[in-house]
């Protein structure tokens, strides 16, 4: 029952893509497909159109089929819909100078991280190194001991 319900399950997303969205010409098709993949489902919004079984899902594949078919580019497709949806639509956000936090933050905080365990480790070698015994405590410790 368990690897039925598993099998059942896995083939949902199979059944977001319906066989009549699907174009004659298989390079048409090739083309669209690979652009469903990159669109973001704005209901779902963690599932590409090509995933999603939403009813937004299927009228953007069917809008993505039909500009391929007038003869739209890729780009041109892709920015038909961002200008309709916005930046969000993109599964993976273009560099432009508003996603610049996007895209730098996670270099700027390898880079904090880096800095920060090179400062801490320095200040733990200059610690340990720095905290020797003199001769008089050194002593001491020896009288403390053989009593």
Do not use: H
């Amino acid at each position: 029952m368990v690897v039925f319900l598993a099998l059942l399950f896995a083939s949902l997303p199979a059944y977001a893509f319906n066989p009549n969205e699907v174009l004659s010409d298989p390079v048409l098709e090739a083309r669209a497909r690979g652009l469903t993949v990159q669109l973001r489902c704005m209901v779902c919004q963690n599932q590409s159109i090509d995933d999603s079984n939403a009813e937004l899902a299927r009228d953007l594949r069917v809008l993505v089929r039909e500009r391929l078919t007038q003869g739209d580019s890729d780009e041109a497709v892709i920015d038909y819909v961002v200008s309709r949806y916005g930046e969000f639509v993109l599964l993976k956000p273009r560099f432009a100078v508003r996603t610049l936090a996007l895209w730098g933050a996670p270099i700027v905080l390898i880079l904090i991280g880096a800095t920060a365990i090179f400062v801490f480790a320095r200040r733990r070698v200059v610690v340990s190194e720095g905290q020797t015994l003199t001769a008089d405590e050194e002593a001491r410790i020896r009288d403390l001991l053989e009593k």
